[in-house]
């Protein structure tokens, strides 16, 4: 009947564009791949100058993004240091206001590059899949699939955007801060009275918990499903020592 006939034109057809697509696969693959890493990183760039930020020179895309994380955390590390320098074994204070800065910072990296890593992740298993969704599109049964793979490459470029957003605006806070202080005279900086330290660790903090929103905000524009489990799991360790540290 004509669902026999449906299933027969379709099944052809199928055949037919898989062994058009064979010979291609190859570059649609690349393409598509290069083409969205392109776009991701671009809105990225985006986003860190939107926050006051301005990528590090001599690097592009993703790349420069990290290594301007990297300057503006340096500075918090270094910072941390020269008060820790001051503690001693009747003296602790300077280790806990030390820890108590860098703390979140190493938090928030460890969590934005397992938000990197995941990003880039869905964007190579989906665009590895490129061929199969194209050749799905041509069909009612199979386009939904299609969408839906274009949904979740759509969404791990809005979760990278936001993350970096959320990254770029602790680092800018940070980076106006006087750092220089902490050189110079340490005990005066690591005190609850200096509001540089406090802003400094509350940066860092806020950082993550937006963070933590990015999942969510890009399920709720693309319509997707994401979770946050494999970012999760990849930050779980450095913010477990960074917990007994603190302990």
């Given at each position: 009947g004509s669902v026999k006939g449906t299933i027969a034109n379709d099944g052809l057809s199928l055949l037919l564009a898989s062994i058009l697509l064979g010979g291609h696969a190859a570059g649609l693959i690349t393409g598509v791949y290069t083409a969205?890493?392109?776009?991701?990183?671009?809105?990225?760039?985006?986003?860190?100058?939107?926050?006051?930020?301005?990528?590090?020179?001599?690097?592009?895309?993703?790349?420069?993004?990290?290594?301007s994380m990297e300057q503006a955390i340096i500075k918090v590390v270094r910072t941390a240091v020269a008060i820790a320098d001051e503690g001693g074994m009747s003296d602790l204070g300077p280790y806990l206001y030390s820890l108590l800065l860098v703390a979140p910072f190493v938090v928030m990296v460890a969590y934005y590059l397992a938000q990197v890593v995941i990003a880039v992740f869905r964007l190579v298993a989906i665009t590895a899949m490129a061929p199969v969704l194209s050749l799905f599109m041509g069909f009612n049964w199979g386009r939904q699939m299609a969408v839906s793979g274009l949904k979740v490459m759509i969404s791990s470029g809005l979760i990278l955007f936001a993350c970096t957003l959320a990254m770029a605006l602790a680092v800018s806070g940070v980076s106006s801060l006087d750092m220089g202080v902490a050189a110079k005279d340490p005990e005066a900086f690591a005190s609850f009275d200096n509001p540089d330290l406090l802003v400094a660790i509350v940066m860092g903090w806020l950082g993550i918990a937006m963070m933590a929103e990015a999942t969510s905000l890009a399920n709720s524009i693309a319509g997707t499903f994401l979770s946050n489990m494999g970012a999760a799991m990849i930050a779980a360790v450095p913010a477990a020592a960074a917990g007994k540290a603190l302990k």
């Open positions: 969205s890493m392109a776009v991701i990183g671009g809105a990225a760039s985006t986003a860190f100058e939107v926050a006051g930020a301005s990528p590090a020179a001599g690097y592009s895309g993703l790349s420069a993004l990290l290594a």
